[in-house]
């Protein structure tokens, strides 16, 4: 079993920056692949950016050049740099984790366990 805890959302300009982070409980952290999906109002789940259990990154083409994902096995936490936000991404961010195969880390159902999710807000 693996506990997720998002932090670091929270309201912002456009073209400002926040940093989210997502601390897993467990042994096993450096075997899953964490994902970050966000969520708008209204709208389906989408990929944001994930990492393989060998730190391989991926991420959504929305987002490339402005977001970071990272991750520090010894402290079992994973970070989502954004910067240049702006209000398109606005929503409810949820860190994921699972041990997901190369072909599925963009898919929202191939992954077991899930954070309570965090707010970010871009102001225009």
């Known amino acids: 079993q693996v506990q997720l805890v998002e932090s670091g959302g929270g309201l912002v300009q456009a073209g400002g920056s926040l940093r989210l982070s997502c601390a897993a409980s467990g042994r096993t952290f450096s075997s899953y692949a964490m994902g970050w999906f966000r969520q708008a109002p209204g709208k389906e789940r989408e990929f944001v950016a994930a990492?393989?259990?060998?730190?391989?990154?991926y991420y959504a083409d929305s987002v490339k050049g402005r977001f970071t994902l990272s991750r520090d096995n010894a402290k079992n936490t994973v970070y989502l740099q954004m910067n240049s936000l702006n209000p398109e991404d606005t929503a409810v961010y949820y860190c994921?984790?699972?041990?997901?195969?190369?072909?599925?880390?963009?898919?929202?159902?191939?992954?077991?366990?899930w954070g309570q999710g965090t707010q970010v807000t871009v102001s225009s």
């Open positions: 994921a984790a699972g041990q997901v195969y190369y072909s599925g880390i963009q898919r929202k159902n191939d992954y077991d366990y």
């Open positions: 990492s393989s259990w060998s730190g391989r990154t």
